[in-house]
């Protein structure tokens, strides 16, 4: 059975600043890896998605990265904007289902 | 159009009510899926549609009634719900069922059953 987790479940950053968010999961044989934003009580965004023969993919500030061998990836936004406040989810696409982590609340503070 | 959209956003009901949530692709997505999410959760998978035909039913109680009328539209009956079934309705389509396909969300209806 995979599971999912996402660390820090929260995080707080002044404006500017650099972060990692991290996925973790326990089956290699995913897929790919999507990762999502949801701004609070809307749906989801999709950010990044990641084949599974692939290593890394790059949007704008975000570049996600995936090591199927060590079952993790992380999501890296660089010089974070009060506008990224969200959850951000990762979600693995294992077998026929997508399988959602927790999810990681960021805030950050201008 | 590259969006999912759902109607309606927001829904009030009670429980001897009979309502309808409606979903819509145009991106010729031939997979559409339902969604539950409630409060601080993750979405949980409730149904998944491939070529207008039920694929997977998560265990889904049957006052909930997933129906596909074309390849474009995914509906959800919904009946003689609880307080509990109270969360956002998501709706995601993607190119195919399972591999390696995308899926793509729409904003979600906000259910709040009385």
């Known amino acids: 059975k995979q599971e999912v987790t996402q660390i820090p479940a929260a995080l707080s950053v002044p404006e500017g600043e650099n972060l990692v968010l991290n996925c973790s999961f326990t089956?290699?044989?995913?897929?790919?890896l999507q990762w999502f934003r949801q701004d609070p009580g809307k749906g989801l965004t999709s950010l990044l998605l990641?084949?599974?023969?692939?290593r890394e993919q790059t949007s704008g500030r975000l570049n996600a990265s995936l090591d199927k061998s060590s079952g993790r990836s992380t999501l890296y936004i660089a010089a974070s904007q009060p506008g990224d406040s969200a959850t951000y989810l990762c979600?693995?696409?294992?077998?026929?289902?997508?399988?959602f982590g927790a999810g990681t609340i960021l805030r950050v503070k201008s | 159009d590259t969006e999912v959209t759902q109607t309606p956003k927001h829904l009030v009901m009670g429980m001897t009510n009979k309502k309808s949530l409606k979903c819509e692709q145009h991106?010729?997505?031939?997979?559409m899926y339902w969604y539950k999410q409630k409060a601080k959760k993750p979405p949980e998978l409730m149904f998944v549609?491939?070529?207008?035909?039920?694929?997977i039913n998560e265990s889904v109680p049957s006052r909930f009634s997933p129906e596909c009328p074309n390849s474009s539209l995914l509906n959800l009956h919904l009946h003689a719900l609880q307080p509990e079934d109270s969360a956002l309705y998501l709706c995601?389509?993607?190119?195919?069922?399972?591999?390696?396909?995308?899926?793509?969300f729409g904003p979600g209806t906000r259910l709040t059953v009385l």
């Open positions: 089956d290699s044989a995913i897929y790919n």
């Open positions: 991106m010729g997505h031939r997979a």
């Open positions: 995601a389509s993607s190119l195919g069922e399972g591999g390696y396909n995308e899926q793509f």
């Open positions: 549609y491939s070529y207008e035909k039920l694929s």
């Open positions: 979600a693995l696409l294992y077998g026929n289902k997508l399988v």
């Open positions: 990641i084949q599974s023969s692939q």
